[in-house]
């Protein structure tokens, strides 16, 4: 790799490093090209970045950005997932959760959420956590849940009411009965 061409990759780094949101650091050292494909492939889909990392380049990209605080952990074989949008967090945990899983060798090593440091089990929870939309809805359908009560309460009244008037109707209407012969 020519001079130029490390500068134009730190350069590159360094504008992805600003916008990271999540970022989350695996060893790959074990996985053959087809299954490291296949993790790109599989992040990809989702909409998520996947590059194995040049150490050096990665600290020349680093400084005055939320992946510097993950400095201690990009040696050896690294390689790094990251989304700049932060409804992605959970799945892209998720995403390297199950790949781990089906591939033992990749290894989570630590990652960053929101600017927060995160360590292998924590990233095991984010996995767990539900999305953001979903986060909303439920949240909604909590806010939502007392005045939809309040307003079944008020509608009780009228509806049994009319029940009421319902069930005279339908005795007055009923049959006629024969007298006893």
Excluded: C
Excluded at 12 to 26: S, Y
Excluded at 52 to 74: E, F, G, H, Q, S
Excluded at 173 to 180: C, K, L, Q, Y
């Amino acid at each position: 790799m020519t001079r130029k061409e490390k500068e134009k990759e730190v350069a590159w780094l360094r504008e992805e490093f600003l916008g990271v949101r999540t970022m989350i650091l695996t060893n790959y050292q074990g996985l053959t090209v087809a299954e490291t494909n296949a993790l790109r492939e599989d992040l990809r889909k989702i909409g998520v970045k996947y590059k194995v990392l040049k150490n050096t380049l990665a600290r020349l990209a680093y400084p005055d950005t939320d992946v510097a605080r993950l400095a201690d952990a990009i040696v050896g074989p690294r390689g790094a997932a990251w989304t700049a949008d932060e409804d992605k967090s959970p799945v892209l945990a998720k995403t390297l959760i199950d790949f781990a899983k089906a591939h033992p060798k990749l290894e989570l090593i630590r990652g960053i959420v929101g600017g927060t440091p995160v360590d292998p089990d924590q990233i095991d929870q984010l996995a767990k956590l539900p999305g953001k939309t979903e986060l909303r809805g439920r949240l909604l359908g909590t806010m939502i849940a007392p005045a939809s009560s309040f307003v079944n309460v008020l509608a009780a009244v009228p509806r049994s009411f009319l029940n009421v008037l319902k069930a005279i109707e339908d005795k007055k209407s009923g049959p006629a009965e024969e007298p006893a012969a």
